[in-house]
């Protein structure tokens, strides 16, 4: 168990490492797991020790948005006087995923009513 989670620590250090050095906008945690990600891919996916340790960390993720709520509460004041900007970015970015998921959707369902048609 001990292994599995340095190794998880081990590429999140890595992705963050590689944000640094190459100054990318992508937050390291999520360049590593890119990079486990072709890990266990060429490794041919997980062993018993790190899906075991996955499994209990998930278990737990809740216990891991305790401090992002609590950096919440403690700009509540600063969230209230910026509600608006912040509704209007929610609303935008929801109704852009929302369309962008729609149009993906009728292009994929129009190239596969083609490929059945040929």
């Known amino acids: 168990m001990i292994a599995a989670f340095a190794l ?6 890595a992705g963050e490492t590689l944000r640094v050095a ?3 906008p992508v937050p390291g945690p999520v360049m590593g797991m890119a990079l ?7 490794r041919g996916g997980p062993d018993d020790g790190l899906r075991t340790t996955s499994g209990g960390l998930l278990q737990h993720l809740s ?3 305790v401090p992002a ?3 919440v509460m403690l700009h509540a004041g600063r969230l209230a006087d910026e509600a608006g900007p912040i509704l209007v970015a929610l609303v935008a ?3 852009l995923g929302l369309a962008a998921t729609g149009l993906t959707l009728h292009a994929l369902t129009r190239r596969s009513r083609q ?3 040929q």
């Open 69 to 71: 709520g609590t950096g």
């Open 22 to 24: 190459l100054h990318l």
């Open 63 to 65: 216990l891991l948005f």
């Open 115 to 117: 490929e059945d048609a």
């Open 36 to 42: 486990l990600l072709v890990y266990l891919i060429f």
């Open 93 to 95: 970015s929801t109704v």
């Open 8 to 13: 998880l620590l081990g590429f999140q250090l």
